[in-house]
């Protein structure tokens, strides 16, 4: 069976990204995946505190939910991520996490050696945002951040949704066709990763 792990990165429990990413998990259950939701907020996760404790073996020192995480991102087929845009970049939820994967990145190109590019990315992700402004260049900042977390998991960003104009809880509601997208792009992971 197909392992998807959807990792939620909104501060807001029903918020647009929220809402967008229920809908994906809701089209790759239809297809048959197990979805495994991690909800940020609800995680005691503590920002990297750089005290390199991962060069031994490349296990994060501190001792908290980070570990539930990373294996579920480990351990999946495919990953499916939402958070909404702060400051051009991705919440402070989702920050936490990608910084934390700096044990990952201390493993595999300090410990194991590896260069850069060399692996297969063998997993597929599908990244979902949203953000208040319309401006040209909102999620740049992001998906340039996201290319690089999915580096150190063996992943690539395999689609986005990526949706403007969207800020108070429930905006995205007036777009159905926003929350169909999502559904259709839940069912086509699950098709990517299986084929």
């Given at each position: ?17 929220s ?12 297809m048959g ?6 909800v ?11 005290i390199?404790?991962c060069?031994k073996?490349?296990?994060c020192?501190i001792?908290?939910?980070f570990a539930?995480?990373?294996d579920?991102?480990?351990s999946a ?13 991705v919440?402070a939820?989702?920050k ?8 990952l990145w201390?493993k595999?190109y300090?410990i194991?050696?590896e260069?850069?590019g ?9 990244v979902i945002s ?8 909102l ?8 290319k690089?977390?999915?580096d150190?998991?063996d ?6 949704l ?18 169909d997208?999502a559904?259709e ?11």
């Open positions: 069976m197909t392992e998807i792990t959807a990792i939620y990165g909104s501060p807001r429990r029903n918020g647009n990204t809402t967008l990413l229920k809908s994906a998990v809701s089209g790759a259950l239809e995946a197990a979805v495994n939701e991690i940020l907020r609800d995680m005691k996760m503590s920002p990297c505190l750089e390199y404790g060069k073996d490349g296990e020192a001792k908290d939910d539930k995480v990373r579920a991102l480990l087929d495919g990953i499916m991520i939402a958070s909404p845009v702060f400051f051009y970049t919440s939820h989702t936490i996490l990608m910084d934390r994967c700096q044990s201390v595999k300090w194991d050696q260069s850069p060399k692996r297969e990315r063998r997993k597929k992700a599908l949203a953000g208040a402004t319309r401006g040209k260049k999620f740049d900042g992001m998906l340039l951040s996201m690089y977390f999915f150190v998991l992943a690539e960003v395999w689609d986005t990526l949706f403007k104009g969207l800020d108070f809880q429930g905006d995205v509601d007036k777009h159905p066709g926003y929350i997208s559904r792009a839940g069912k086509a992971i699950v098709t990517a990763v299986e084929s």
